[in-house]
């Protein structure tokens, strides 16, 4: 047992800033000379999952797939009027389309805003005064693109695109779209934990108990769970109170003491979501969040408190033991790591025989960076 405390009680973190490099994905549509069509690309991520945006789900029968449309309509004297408010566009087979078909203006020209997943709630309009009154640009205040997007209502990979000043096509002939290169607004956080080699020859099987990400205390949320998205800058400002903040919690079964969460429970404290899989052995050498079982937050500063527990069994023949390990995540966290949307993280945590030693890379890649080479579906 002495063995055991002194070879599992240590933790080495390492905080790994990485990102996903996207694949752009050209859809085609039908189109006429005087009828509004659109085309969709989307940066996605390398991997697959059910809660990604990406062309598979923005094409999937779900009924918030497709995406969201607002456009603004410049007329020549210089007024504004709508032409779309959240229309819905969804794939038909072999094209994008809409139900409440819209014509080209003959004159002037079209401001295009799009988001996805799709809502029915989403609106857009001006930033709300309580917000707009302390910020330091007031024009920027002023702009009528801002969408209002509480996550804990609805936590997903949310992604936008504006496509300004569109005019109407010059002939029958040409065949010209609205095409949407959507961007990740979130920033999405993951993490997988290994084990030292050594430990596993040794013959150690570790049962990955639970792991929580939380702030002052274990039932204490970290992130601001809401804000205001500018659809014509991509720019975001966060809900200025204390509001909902939410705590994680990952188990090798999605729950916790065997009970589901209400989706209420879910909205006030937070999910909890799965592990890839139960333990490390020789056969396992990585453990990670599952697939659909990521974190995506709005960008914001990096929180008060950013703490991790990581509560495991070990077992060695006869011997057994529950261990738990604990790190402050702000002490290997850059000066502003969640302030830019489309940028994703991974934690990487290993359980080692040495004492604690922190290592920190911050190499950052652009979640919504696109390949120039197109992989049509």
């Keep these: 047992m002495k063995f055991l405390r002194l070879a599992f009680y240590v933790l080495i973190a390492q905080l790994v800033l990485s990102g996903c490099a996207g694949e752009g994905v050209e859809e085609t549509s039908s189109s006429s000379s005087s009828e509004i069509n659109f085309d969709a690309y989307v940066g996605r991520n390398a991997s697959t999952r059910s809660d990604v945006t990406d062309m598979t789900f923005l094409r999937s029968g779900e009924w918030n797939a497709g995406f969201g449309v607002f456009a603004r309509y410049n007329h020549i004297d210089g007024t504004i009027s709508s032409l779309m408010d959240t229309e819905h566009v969804t794939w038909r087979e072999n094209h994008w389309g809409y139900d409440h078909i819209r014509f080209w203006p003959s004159n002037g020209n079209v401001d295009f805003y799009a988001f996805a997943p799709y809502s029915p709630q989403v609106t857009m309009g001006k930033l709300p005064d309580y917000l707009a009154d302390k910020l330091v640009d007031k024009t920027h205040s002023k702009d009528e693109t801002y969408i209002n997007f509480p996550s804990n209502m609805s936590p997903v990979d949310l992604v936008w695109n504006k496509q300004p000043g569109k005019t109407a096509p010059i002939s029958p002939a040409d065949s010209r779209k609205v095409k949407f290169k959507f961007e990740h607004a979130l920033v999405r956080l993951g993490f997988d934990i290994t084990a030292n080699q050594v430990l596993e020859e040794k013959g150690a099987v570790i049962t990955v108990d639970k792991v929580i990400l939380y702030g002052a205390n274990e039932t204490s949320g970290i992130f601001l769970m809401g804000g205001y998205l500018n659809l014509n800058t991509g720019n975001w400002v966060p809900y200025d109170?204390?509001?909902?903040?939410?705590?994680?919690?990952?188990?090798?079964?999605?729950?916790?003491?065997?009970?589901?969460?209400?989706?209420?429970?879910?909205?006030?404290?937070?999910?909890?979501?799965?592990?890839?899989?139960?333990?490390?052995?020789?056969?396992?050498?990585?453990?990670?969040?599952?697939?659909?079982?990521?974190?995506?937050?709005?960008?914001?500063?990096?929180?008060?408190?950013?703490?991790?527990?990581?509560?495991?069994?070990?077992?060695?023949?006869?011997?057994?033991?529950?261990?738990?390990?604990?790190?402050?995540?702000?002490?290997?966290?850059?000066?502003?790591?969640?302030?830019?949307?489309?940028?994703?993280?991974?934690?990487?945590?290993?359980?080692?025989?040495?004492?604690?030693?922190?290592?920190?890379?911050?190499?950052?890649?652009?979640?919504?960076?696109?390949?120039?080479?197109?992989?049509?579906?």
């Design 241 to 377: 109170n204390d509001g909902i903040r939410w705590f994680y919690t990952w188990t090798p079964t999605g729950k916790v003491d065997g009970k589901d969460e209400t989706l209420e429970e879910q909205q006030k404290k937070g999910p909890i979501y799965k592990l890839s899989a139960p333990q490390l052995d020789d056969k396992t050498s990585s453990i990670t969040n599952k697939d659909d079982s990521y974190i995506f937050i709005i960008p914001q500063p990096k929180p008060a408190n950013f703490k991790l527990k990581i509560f495991y069994t070990v077992q060695q023949g006869d011997l057994e033991e529950k261990v738990e390990v604990y790190k402050d995540l702000r002490k290997v966290l850059p000066e502003d790591p969640f302030g830019v949307g489309g940028k994703a993280y991974t934690f990487h945590f290993k359980l080692s025989l040495d004492p604690v030693k922190f290592n920190v890379t911050t190499d950052v890649v652009n979640w919504n960076e696109v390949k120039n080479e197109t992989m049509p579906l």
